[in-house]
Structure formats: structure tokens, C-alpha cells
């Protein structure tokens, strides 16, 4: 009983965590339709960033999470263009367009990272670190659960910003029909801008949190990328409040078969739901996807 | 526009007996090349030989029909898994293995094609990747594939054979996408359903089964040369012949090459695997390779989004076009 | 479809124009030193660590005006080819090596999977390879002809550990539980926990195999609710930094954590601080060992300084052993009296010679076994036990190689 009550709170804590990168990336995808390669590279740039303004600034890492959303938000505000001409005009496949073309960025964020800080693994940590709080029989590291909080307020605020505010409601109303919303006098172009660098302000953002918990180096961004497709397939594409629900599954569905049927069957476990939710029901399952 | 220059015999096509001379100068060239060449040279062009034909193959669902596979890696793999297991394991010849790497590998596709052929886009990206993954994990598991330790097969170390094998496996590739893509019904239809799925649909085109068809042609290849691969590099790895590296490198091949047309993924497969090769040899003790190889590959999608071969087709080497087309091709 | 043609024409005559250099014998007074090892790509931490090893020794030699062959120096200049962290480029890269290059003999890569890869092409072409790092029994167990190495397998080193807590600890712990994430060398690494662990008499309560890239919480919650006295894991230094950072969030508190490889590294010690503390390992070599050698460095300490002095950072087994498979080299250089460039009978009897090496250097006693399931691996090693006490690495066991005492039991993360 105490194992399967920590289980589900491990789950529930890997689900949080899921959801800081995965929400980002939905909102991405779900208004301007790039299926982004480079949301792995965000991370580690943005664990990278906040390493450096630790190590120069002192002070302790979480305050930096404001300061290394400005950051992003205006690297991804500087990189849209190219992205946008990635993905529009005369182009024969604007989905693999932007694949490609997201897929050289994180070849190039690697690379980068890669020559100018090597190959060590690094570490920060904070004073949330190591520390848990203790609920009977049931531990909650306290950074992770954090981390599950931070996860739950970005995606609130986001919707909260989406549903409630006159320049969401445009970027919404962007995401159901362009054309409709360029030919009612919206600068679709302004507002993809608006979104890409909402979605790298966040997934830069979450980097910091990430580095803290688990190690910083050039590589780590693989399996963000893997999780940020997961969520977002499972919870359909592009449908913000699927992907609280998306990560806690698979959160869940990780904890479970590691502590249940087998460390090693983790991972393949979850590429068969992905596949098979695809399968069956390719909206997300709340069939709520675009 | 495009499709239909495809479907057409080119308005500009040169005789055909110059042509047909070009091909045979390529085919004689590429026959004496292992006579000449060190054997640093012919390793890598029997790489670049076999990344043309994997780029290729890919180009059969990913550019002729339009559909993106981001698993195509795992038909690889299989190939390579299954010529070991059938080499190792029960002791068959490795000319069987390869023709049975090649059926399982279809045989594979074919089973998967069916649900997962039903998505478009970016769906039917993600979910033949998720299912690319799965193979990868899968054989990380089992016993029979070595998990995790990987997989020894025989040296056998004769470059020029693999060279050859290469070459023919390639070239018969390249024969079959020319004879049945180029200049048969079965490509019209394909790229009718590239272009516009539900009218080909309208006019009696059997969607469902030509996507098949073409996605099962699409993995029988790559299953061949992965089984070759297997032999020629003798240890094979879940992360070095099912990792997303492979799949990766076939679509970036295929797209700076020119996506749905013939010589398209061949030239790619030579400009990536050349530029690659020689950045490792001159800057082999560093990572700056990583940014440059970054950096070309979003300024194509950037600035020649048509590919090699659609700057090849361009005016853009007629000296008194060039500006213009230029001009026309790098706007912002 | 014309100017594709054309193109492709032209590149393959391009090709067929790359100037054939480096075929014919040249003269040289220098040896030239082949390095295959991963500087690019996911092993480049590993890689970097055996080129630390491989770079310590020929500058050293250097410095001494080089190897002495009949009161004659000769330099020695390492030519390095990146292998990616992929068997395919470990293969283009010994082929480049050897053929282009014309090196003398190679020192090999830093993993398993692409020493496999490139060892049949030094068989192939002759040319006589250490690897100073990789540790897969797989590779022994081939017995190749033309490949040595100077680490002994991860199956015998892991044991050291297991064996200090069964002999030297008391109370003496009972059970264990034991991870590995699926990788070529973590596995074994975990499955010689197992096997010395069940040898030694312990019970093992849990045996479980993760894939690399997953989070360890899980794992870690179904160990610590089976509460063992150990906890053994077999992983290389990425995992095994966040497994201590989720033990101490989950107030995971076994009486002992035992990890293999990845303790030994600098990155560790940094990035966990005071959390390194009490965890055990198992090396084969470490400064404080009292080894005393004839050639190059005397002893431990003196390696220990000099690589201080060229990279910062204290050395660990791995680069050491990379260094001794450089000296292994120079010795037998010395015994067949070879002079560069190297020729094929030269070659050979440079293999008979490594065959007969026995010598005692700063990384201890270099002896290739040339019979049975570790041929031509160093058997002249003994594992050693190490834990972390005060931010150092010490040997406490097994038997009569313990220096210090082991702290046993941990104390829990609270009372730290």
C-alpha cells in the first residue's frame, strides 16, 4: 500500500514535469502547426543559461526563472522570422519544412553547446534540493513537487490568457482558421510571433528547474523532445488543458510499469500508447485535437 | 507545378542517347572506382552508395506520396537484426538472410502501413517515429537480438565486395523507383494522392492499397541494405542501427537533394555524407563540424527549398539567367 | 534530370581525382600513434578521458626526448580520428588511420561497441591496438589476434566492492538490491554485482534493468520499500549523479550505496558536493596506490601530479589505464628494438613481444592473459574497493588492500 501511494506520487511528479515542457510545445503546435525538433535543445539552452547565471551571479537558481523567460522570449522572438519563412510562401510541405528546419536548429543548438562548454556534466542546485517533505510512510521531494506546482500555475496562466484576454482570443481564433482571422484584419504573422516565443520564454524557462533535478549537459534535450510528443499526441494536438491531463497519464504509466512490471519495459510502454492512441483515436484522448 | 514538370516527359530533356551516354559514363565510372581509390575512399563511397539507396527509399512514401515517415530507421535496423539472427543463429548464407531481411522488412510495413496510413501530416510523422522508437526498445529487450550488448557477426573484410553489393543494391533501386515511380501508372497515382488525396480517391484510385503498396516498396530496401550494413560493419548496436540518427540522416538526405524526384536523394546522399566525411577528416578533433552541418541545413530549407536538383533545374547556371534566378531564389 | 547527371558525373570524377597520398612506405624518425576514440557524440565525456590518458603519455615521452631503442630517442606524435560514439566511423576511422595515415599501432576507443568494431579491421590489416578504457568481456571472448587492453574486464572489476562489504564491514549487511541501466557495460557492471553478490552470500532482493534516459524515481521508490542493506548500481557517470540526487530527495537510506563506473569521475565528486560522501565503488588503480614503477612515471602520485599540472583535475583509473596502454607500447618497442615507420615483421613481433610483456609501471603490473575468456586483457590488476571520506577517494578493501577503514553504515541523509 505505502509503495503504490508513492508510486502514484512519483508518477504524478514525473507527469508535472512532463507538463513544463510539454505545454509550450503544444501551444506551438496547436497555432501555427510546427512540430518543433529543437523544444529538447530549449531546455538544455535554457539549464545552460541559468548554469552560467548562477555560476557568475551567485544567489539561488529558482530567482532566475523570470529573468531566463525575458531571455527566450526574445531569442524566440529574434529566431521566428526564419521560421516563419521556414514554413510559409511557395513551400511544397510546410509541415516537413518545418521539421527540417527545426531539426538543423537543434543539430546547431548541440554542436554549439557542445564546442563552447564540452562535454562535462554539470550541476546546480538549490536550496530546494535534496529536501522532502514527509507525508506518513510517503516522501515528496519538495524541488520536484516545485517543479509539478510551476507546471500546473504556466498552464493555467496560459489558458487563463488564451480564454479570458482579447490578444488570446485572437490567437486562438488564429489557430481555428487563419485565413478567416488574416481576412478580419489580424497579423497572423505578429501573432506567430507572439506564440513562438511565448512557447520558447517557457520551455527556456522549465530548463532551469530540469538542470536542478536531474544534470546539465549538451545531449540531455533528446528525451525532452520524446516526452514534449508524447503529451502532446496524447492529449491532442494543440489542446492546452489536454496536456495537464496527457502528462499525469504518463507520469503515471511510467511509475507503474518501472515499479510494477519492469524497469526496462519503461520506455517501450510508452512509445506503444503513443502509438497506439495515434492509432485509435489520432485527436488525443479527450478527442479534443486539432 | 512540380508534380506535374514530374508526370510530364521534360520540356527540355536533351536527346536520349546523350543521356543514356551520361548514365553509362556514371556506370562505368562508379565500376572501376575500388581500382583507384584507397581503401579510406572506398569505404566512404560505399557509404555514400548506401545512404543514396536509404534516401531513396524513403523518397518513395516521404516525397513520391507524400507522406513523412520519421520510423524508417527501424526497416533498417530490422534488416540488419534479421540478417544477424539468420547468419548467427541458424546458419543460413548471407545472400538468403538478405532476401529474407528484405521480406520481413516489407512484410512489417505492410502490416503497420494499414492503421497507420489512415493519418496525414504531422500525425502520420509522429506516430511511424513513436513506432521506430518502439522497435529500438524492443530490441534493447530481447535475448535473441544480444539486448543491449549487441550483436557480432562474422568479419568478413573484403571492401570491394561490399562495394559492389552496394552499388547493385543501389542501382537496382534506383532502376526499380525510375521504371515503376518515373514512368508507370503506379507513380501518377502516388502523386495524385500526394497532391490531392480525396480527388484521387474520387476518380477510382484505390488510395488505401497503393499507399501500401508503396510503403511496404519503401521498407524492402532499406531492410536489404541494412542487412548488408550489418555484415559489412559486424557489430551491430539497437543505438547504431535503429537509432533516430537514421531516419534523421534519410529525410535530410532526400530533402537537400530534391524530395519526390529521381536523382534528388542521390545527390543529397553525396553532398551530406561528402561535406560530412570531409569536415571529419579536416576538423576531426572537435565538434565544429555539428554547427556547420546545423547551419547548411536550415540555410536550404531557407533558401532552396526545392532542393539540389530543383537549383540544378533553375536557369541558375546560364550566365546571363544567373542574377535573376538568383534573385528569384534568394528573397526575402 | 540533364544537370543531375552532370553533377553527379562531375563529383565522381572529382573523386576518382583525390590524390592517393600516403600508400607508399615513408621515412620517418618518429613513431606515428594511431587514437580511435570518441570526441563527438554520445560517449564524447568517456572520450575525452581516455584522450587525457593517451595525450599525458606521449608528451611525457616527448619531454624525455622521446623512446630510447638502441641509445637512439625517437618522438612519438599521436594522430587522433573522432569515431562519433558509432561502430561505423570507428571502422572509417581505423581504416583512415591505417591506410592513409600509415600509423605504427593504435590505441582504441573509450566504449565497447565501437572497439568490437574496430578490432576486426586492426585484425585485418595487422596492426596492433590497446584500448585503455573499454572493459566488455565480449571483446576477450573473441580473442582477437591484434587487440589488447589494459583495463581489466568490468566482470572482474565490480567484484571488489561487493567483497569488501561481505568481509570487511560489520555488522555484516544481508540483502541487496541492484540496478542497471541498459547499456553494453552498465549491464555487465550489474550483472557482476549480482553474481559476486550472490557468491558472497548476500540475498538479492531486486534485480531490474532501466533504459537509459528514463527517470529513476520509480525505480528507486520499489527499492527503498524493499529496504536492502545495499544498494549496488551499474551505470556510467550521468546516471549515477542523478541516482544519488533522487536517493537523497526520495530519503532513500540503505547501509550502503555501491556504484560502478561514474563515482570515480571529477564531475561526480562536483556536482554532488558533500553528497558524494560514503559512496562506494570500485577502481583499479587510484593515486594513493603504492606501486612503484621502473619507466615513465615512478609511481602514482608522480602521474597524479603531472596530469594535475597539464589538465586541473585528479586523475581517475580510466585515464591511467589509457597512459599505461601507452607505455605497454613503449616497452615492447623496446624489447623488439624496432625503429620507426614500423614494418610489417616489426608488427608482428611487437604482438609476440606485448604477448611476453610483463612489467611494473605506475598503474600497477601489466601482464596480458593469452589464454581463456580474457585473452589479451590485463590480468595483472587487482580491483580495489574505493569509497568517498572527507571529499577523497580511498581504498577500503577487500582484505589486505584496505588503507582505510570503510565508513559502515551511511548515515541517513538527515543526520549528515
Known amino acids: 500500500m505505502e509503495l503504490f501511494l508513492q508510486t502514484l506520487i512519483d508518477g504524478l511528479l514525473i507527469g508535472g514535469l512532463i507538463i513544463v515542457v510539454g505545454i509550450g510545445f503544444s501551444l506551438c503546435f496547436g497555432v501555427m502547426h510546427i512540430v518543433d525538433f529543437a523544444v529538447g535543445e530549449w531546455v538544455m539552452l535554457g539549464a545552460f543559461t541559468g548554469f552560467l547565471l548562477v555560476s557568475y551571479f551567485g544567489q539561488d537558481p529558482m530567482i532566475y526563472l523570470p529573468v531566463l523567460f525575458i531571455i527566450f522570449f526574445v531569442l524566440g522572438w529574434a529566431i521566428y522570422p526564419l521560421i516563419y519563412r521556414a514554413i510559409s510562401g511557395k513551400r511544397h510541405n510546410p509541415v516537413l519544412m518545418g521539421l527540417v528546419f527545426t531539426f538543423g536548429l537543434s543539430i546547431l543548438a548541440k554542436g554549439g553547446a ?59 481564433a488564429t489557430a481555428q482558421d487563419r485565413e478567416m482571422a488574416s481576412l478580419l484584419g489580424t497579423d497572423v504573422r505578429k501573432v506567430g ?25 549538451a545531449a540531455m534535450g533528446v528525451k525532452y523532445c520524446t516526452l514534449a510528443f508524447f503529451v502532446v499526441v496524447l492529449a491532442g494536438m494543440g489542446y492546452i488543458p489536454g496536456v495537464i491531463i496527457a502528462g499525469l497519464i504518463l507520469g503515471l504509466l511510467q511509475s507503474f510499469v518501472g515499479v510494477y512490471v519492469g524497469g526496462r519495459y519503461n520506455l517501450v510502454a510508452l512509445f506503444m500508447v503513443m502509438y497506439g492512441v495515434l492509432l485509435i483515436t489520432p485527436k488525443g484522448i479527450l478527442r479534443r485535437g486539432i | 507545378m512540380k508534380s506535374l514538370k514530374n508526370a510530364q516527359t521534360p520540356a527540355h530533356s536533351s536527346p536520349s542517347f546523350l543521356r543514356w551516354g551520361l548514365l553509362g559514363l556514371v556506370l562505368l565510372i562508379s565500376l572501376l572506382l575500388p581500382w583507384t581509390l584507397s581503401p579510406l575512399w572506398i569505404r566512404i563511397a560505399t557509404e555514400v552508395l548506401m545512404w543514396a539507396g536509404l534516401a531513396q527509399s524513403w523518397n518513395i512514401i516521404g516525397g513520391y506520396t507524400g507522406y513523412l515517415s520519421f520510423g524508417h530507421g527501424a526497416f533498417f535496423g530490422v534488416g540488419a537484426y534479421i540478417t544477424g539472427i539468420t547468419m548467427l543463429h541458424l546458419g543460413l548464407p548471407f545472400g538468403l538472410g538478405l532476401l529474407i531481411s528484405g521480406m520481413a522488412a516489407a512484410l512489417m510495413a505492410v502490416i503497420i502501413g494499414y492503421p497507420t496510413l489512415r493519418l496525414r501530416g504531422a500525425y502520420f510523422a509522429i506516430a511511424t517515429w513513436a513506432f521506430g522508437e518502439m522497435i529500438r526498445q524492443i530490441a534493447t529487450i530481447l535475448e535473441i537480438t544480444g539486448g543491449a550488448f549487441g550483436m557480432q557477426l562474422p568479419a568478413y573484410l573484403n571492401l570491394p565486395f561490399f562495394y559492389y553489393l552496394f552499388l547493385l543494391m543501389t542501382g537496382l533501386i534506383y532502376l526499380t523507383i525510375y521504371l515503376l515511380l518515373e514512368r508507370s501508372p503506379f507513380g501518377y497515382k502516388l502523386l495524385a494522392i500526394r497532391e490531392h488525396e480525396e480527388a484521387a480517391e474520387m476518380v477510382g484510385v484505390d488510395t488505401v492499397m497503393i499507399k501500401i503498396k508503396a510503403f511496404g516498396l519503401s521498407a524492402f530496401f532499406p531492410g536489404v541494405l541494412g542487412g548488408i550494413y550489418a555484415y559489412w560493419v559486424t ?36 553532398v551530406v555524407q561528402l561535406v560530412n566525411r570531409y569536415l571529419w577528416l579536416v576538423w576531426g578533433e572537435g565538434t565544429f563540424y555539428l554547427i556547420v552541418i546545423g547551419a547548411a541545413i536550415c540555410a536550404v530549407v531557407l533558401f532552396i527549398p526545392s532542393g539540389i536538383i530543383g537549383l540544378l533545374e533553375s536557369q541558375i547556371f546560364q550566365p546571363r539567367t544567373a542574377w535573376k534566378e538568383i534573385r528569384k531564389k534568394v528573397k526575402w | 534530370m540533364k544537370k543531375g547527371f552532370k553533377l553527379i558525373l562531375s563529383v565522381l570524377i572529382l573523386v576518382f581525382l583525390i590524390p592517393q597520398f600516403g600508400l607508399a612506405q615513408e621515412k620517418r624518425d618518429f613513431f606515428k600513434v594511431g587514437v580511435v576514440t570518441s570526441l563527438s557524440g554520445e560517449l564524447a565525456f568517456g572520450g575525452t578521458v581516455t584522450k587525457r590518458g593517451y595525450d599525458l603519455w606521449a608528451d611525457t615521452v616527448n619531454a624525455l626526448g622521446g623512446i630510447e631503442i638502441e641509445g637512439k ?69 573473441r580473442k582477437f589476434k591484434y587487440t589488447f587492453g589494459t583495463i581489466p574486464a568490468v566482470s ?20 541487496v538490491a541492484i540496478l542497471g541501466i541498459d547499456d553494453a557495460f552498465s549491464k555487465f557492471a550489474a550483472e557482476a554485482f549480482k553474481m559476486s553478490a550472490e557468491k558472497e552470500g548476500f540475498k538479492v532482493l531486486k534485480y531490474d534493468i532501466v533504459p537509459e534516459g528514463s527517470d529513476y524515481t520509480p525505480q528507486v521508490s520499489a527499492i527503498k520499500a524493499l529496504k536492502p542493506d545495499i ?26 550505496f555501491v556504484q560502478h563506473y561514474g563515482m570515480t569521475t571529477p564531475d561526480f565528486r562536483k556536482g554532488l558536493g558533500k553528497d558524494a560522501e560514503f559512496v562506494l565503488g570500485t577502481s583499479v588503480w587510484t593515486p594513493n596506490m603504492k606501486h612503484q614503477a621502473t619507466l615513465l612515471f615512478k609511481n602514482p602520485k608522480e602521474y597524479a601530479n603531472a596530469f594535475k599540472a597539464k589538465f586541473g583535475d585528479e586523475p581517475e583509473y580510466t585515464n591511467a589505464g589509457s597512459t599505461a596502454a601507452g607505455i605497454a607500447f613503449q616497452e615492447a618497442l623496446r624489447m623488439i628494438k624496432a625503429k620507426p615507420p614500423l614494418t610489417q615483421e616489426n608488427k608482428d613481433a611487437l604482438i609476440s613481444a606485448l604477448e611476453k610483456l610483463n612489467i611494473m609501471t605506475f598503474y600497477g603490473q601489466v601482464k596480458f592473459a593469452v589464454e581463456g575468456d580474457f585473452y589479451h586483457c590485463n590480468a595483472g590488476l587487482q580491483p580495489v574497493a574505493i569509497q568517498y571520506q572527507g571529499g577523497k577517494l580511498v581504498e577500503v578493501g577487500p582484505g589486505k588492500l584496505q588503507v582505510v577503514a570503510p565508513k559502515f553504515p551511511t548515515p541517513s541523509w538527515d543526520k549528515r
Open chain 1, 114 to 172: 557542445l564546442s563552447i562548454w564540452g562535454y562535462h556534466i554539470q550541476s546546480i542546485t538549490t536550496w530546494l534540493s535534496g529536501k522532502s517533505l514527509a507525508l506518513g510512510p510517503i516522501t515528496i521531494p519538495a524541488l520536484r513537487f516545485s517543479g509539478f506546482l510551476f507546471g500546473i500555475l504556466i498552464t493555467l496562466l496560459l489558458m487563463f490568457f488564451l480564454y479570458k484576454t482579447k490578444l488570446g482570443i485572437t490567437i486562438r
Open chain 1, 193 to 217: 510571433a507572439l506564440v513562438y516565443s511565448l512557447y520558447a520564454g517557457v520551455t527556456g524557462m522549465s530548463g532551469i528547474l530540469i538542470g536542478a533535478l536531474f544534470s546539465i549537459h
Open chain 2, 235 to 270: 557489430y551491430i548496436h539497437p543505438d547504431s542501427v535503429l537509432g533516430a540518427v537514421i531516419t534523421d540522416f534519410m529525410v535530410v538526405m532526400a530533402f537537400l537533394g530534391g524530395i519526390g524526384s529521381l536523382w534528388g536523394p542521390f545527390l543529397g546522399a553525396g
Open chain 3, 73 to 141: 630517442k625517437y618522438k612519438v606524435t599521436l594522430v587522433y580520428a573522432d569515431d562519433q560514439s558509432t561502430p561505423a566511423t570507428a571502422a572509417v576511422a581505423a581504416e583512415r588511420l591505417i591506410t592513409q595515415e600509415n600509423v605504427d599501432f593504435i590505441l582504441g576507443p573509450y566504449a565497447s561497441g565501437t572497439t568490437l568494431a574496430l578490432a576486426p579491421i586492426a585484425e585485418k590489416y595487422k596492426i596492433p591496438h590497446i584500448t585503455g578504457s573499454a572493459e566488455s568481456p565480449l571483446i576477450w571472448k
Open chain 3, 156 to 175: 572482474l572489476i565490480a567484484q571488489a566492492s561487493i567483497q569488501t562489504l561481505a568481509k570487511d564491514v560489520t555488522p555484516k549487511p544481508k540483502t
Open chain 3, 231 to 256: 544498494f549496488a548500481m551499474g551505470s556510467h557517470e550521468k546516471a549515477a549523479i542523478e541516482m544519488i540526487k533522487i536517493a537523497k530527495e526520495l530519503k532513500f537510506n540503505p547501509q550502503a
